[in-house]
């Protein structure tokens, strides 16, 4: 197993549309556990793997470590591999969200409640689930990274312009942080 550095908010694969994954392979399975150690040394619920460079429609989500969630089902790690969200429902639900690709910024999205989803999980088995509450946030703003779409993206341009100085710190390179971070690379986009 190996950490992978995460890329940063205004790196241009996290904007780019993903690959549809089309078999299993040895490297795809070491990838999905490199993934959840890449996750799990930087605290994180949840990742994405453009967010370590790789344009493909892959998330895992891990995100039982909330202790005020509790109610919720325990569903351990998951691997989301091809997701379709099929509908969203309940009411629009303001939670405060990050991303490991834009750190030390936090801000309030509105979702909704509750996400069915279709996906292939890492046996590439085909599942059809309901989730609400924190997984349903989580899968929700994973799910956004394989279409190019960031948190910072539903945020009012009021909003935006409060993070612009720690977005620029980002930009770059400036910012420590506990987990490594890929090397800024030529071709931002903004
Ligand atoms: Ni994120």
Redesign the pocket.
Known sequence: MALLPIVTYNDSVLREKTEKIDENSESLQTLIDDMFETMYNSSGVGL?AP?IGESIQLFVVDADAIPDEIDEPNEGPLVFINPVIIETSGEEVRMEEG???IPDVRDDVLRPLNVRIEFFDRDLKKQEREFTGWMSRVIQ??FD?LQGVL?LDYLSAFRRRLHRSALKKIDKGLLETEYPLAPKKQGNVT
Do not use: R
């Open positions: 994405a967010q991303c490991l690709s703003h994973e990274h948190f």
